[in-house]
């Protein structure tokens, strides 16, 4: 399997290319963690379960990515800093299929 | 003043498994937590989620993996200050403490064990213009005593249980309640949804959806609320606004405490989970160092060792050796003993 390379904002405004691998079952918000691209205890704060909002991204490419369940579409109903492109990282898996995403993370709240 | 052994801030997991540990050491506990409940992350966050990873249970719901900690620790009779925040530390001349709570509380003892995991749960504020001019004088973000509604305009913000379950309750109590939720759909028991609708039919409940509270109005005290719906902007009288949008985890006044911190977490020794100021222990998830792994089973192992290191902090010279709850039973500071059965030898004649 191959590495799929996404291109992230951070909340600074400064941008950074990674990758991420497609066979260890990550999603976004793990793999923003694993660059350390934002400061701990500020992203994932509920471990990737879709009930803090800690990891909202803004989606600033059109590829196409997995649809949003229930749960985390509530969970942006709650959240804060909260647009049309938002999603939450910790709910979209690393596949290859979104292969060059571009994402930028939403405020820290 | 309360005096303990160690004083753990936070009932989390990591927090409760100390009073085991400090137990069979002799030594007594009490927790702080900002929760209204033991449990920590377990309790606000995962309650009915299920854990894989404890060892020896090949998979625990978070609410049940607490009240197993709670009752594996009941005999060793901890003390708990709960729904309140710690706040200050002052350092004794004999090296002790004394930890004060946001209410005031003090807590008197000479080894401090910092399990706070994520930190303390604090309520998440809407980003509107001048809300803490408001906050005690019509803006709460907890409903402390709901008394203090009685016969008063009530807006409350939010599309989850808290804000269904206040609507619901504050219909008979306040003059008048206004729930405003950015969408249609709530996120609550269905039961609450249905009787929030219910209430809405009887005009007890002025239900706005899909909107936002945009603005807060008054002098001295709030006087009522702008409300957006379909880019239409309402004024609302209010005596009272409670929004509701859960609660995030900050390091909060831990972090002054003069302890080193580095990635939103506390800086300790491996030896001993020791911090930089002796006799202040930080374990579990609050904690860091060279290979942290923010797992409920290493929150457990450095609770251990961190105990072994107070009870020779305490007893200095003082000999002792790791006894085995198998060999040696437990007695509880209730007088209560546990001990594995003795074997029953007979004689085959």
């Not at chain 2, 007594?28 to 377990?42: F, N, V, Y």
């Not at chain 2, 594996?72 to 090296?95: C, H, N, S, V, Y």
């Not at chain 2, 809407?126 to 001019?133: F, R, T, V």
């Not at chain 2, 379950?165 to 249609?184: G, K, Y």
């Amino acid at each position: 399997m191959q590495d799929v390379t996404i291109h992230i904002t951070d909340r600074e405004g400064k941008k950074h290319t990674v990758l991420a691998p497609t066979d260890m079952a990550m999603n976004l918000m793990e793999v923003v963690r694993s660059y350390e691209l934002a400061p701990e205890g500020t992203i994932g704060v509920c471990g990737g379960m879709a009930m803090c909002a800690s990891c909202q991204c803004y989606i600033l490419s059109d590829i196409e990515i997995n649809e949003m369940e229930y749960e985390e579409d509530a969970m942006l109903a709650e959240a804060f800093n909260v647009k049309e492109n938002s999603r939450l990282s910790c709910q979209i898996p690393i596949t290859e299929a979104i292969n060059g995403l571009e994402i930028e993370l939403a405020p820290e709240v | 003043m309360i005096k303990t052994d160690i004083l753990i801030i936070g009932a989390g997991p990591t927090g409760l498994f100390t009073v085991f540990e400090a137990g069979l050491l002799k030594l007594k506990c009490h927790l702080i937590d900002a929760l209204p409940q033991p449990g920590g992350q377990c309790s606000e966050l995962y309650l009915k989620k299920p854990i894989y990873d404890i060892p020896g249970f090949p998979e625990i719901l978070a609410g049940d993996l607490t009240a197993n900690l709670l009752e594996q620790g009941k005999q060793f009779q901890p003390g708990f200050t709960l729904g309140e925040r710690a706040e200050t530390i002052e350092k004794q001349e004999d090296g002790s403490f004394i930890v004060t709570t946001n209410k005031g509380t003090k807590h008197h003892a000479p080894i401090i064990a910092i399990a706070g995991g994520l930190g303390s749960f604090e309520p998440r504020k809407p980003k509107l213009e001048g809300i803490e001019k408001y906050e005690d004088k019509g803006v709460a973000y907890f409903i402390k005593d709901p008394e203090v509604y009685r016969d008063k305009k009530v807006v409350i913000a939010g599309g989850g249980d808290s804000a269904l379950d206040w609507s619901i309750f504050l219909a008979d109590v306040a003059s008048e309640v206004t729930l405003v939720h950015r969408r249609n759909e709530f996120r609550g028991a269905l039961d609450s949804v249905e009787k929030v609708q219910e209430l809405k039919v009887l005009n007890k409940i002025n239900l706005i959806t899909p909107a936002e509270i945009t603005a807060l109005h008054g002098d001295n005290h709030l006087e009522g609320v702008s409300v957006t719906k379909d880019g239409n902007t309402e004024f609302i009288e209010a005596d009272e606004f409670i929004p509701l949008f859960g609660l995030s985890p900050k390091l909060g006044p831990i972090g002054d405490w003069g302890l080193e911190i580095e990635k939103n977490a506390i800086k300790v020794d491996t030896l001993d989970y020791q911090t930089n100021i002796p006799g202040i222990y930080a374990i579990g998830d609050v904690n860091t160092y060279e290979g942290k792994l923010k797992l409920i089973l290493c929150g457990f192992h450095e609770a251990t060792l961190m105990c072994q290191s107070a009870y020779k902090r305490l007893n200095p010279g003082k000999k002792f050796v790791l006894k085995y709850t198998t060999v040696s039973g437990i007695n509880g500071f209730d007088g209560s003993r546990k001990e594995s059965p003795k074997a029953v030898v007979k004689a085959i004649v």
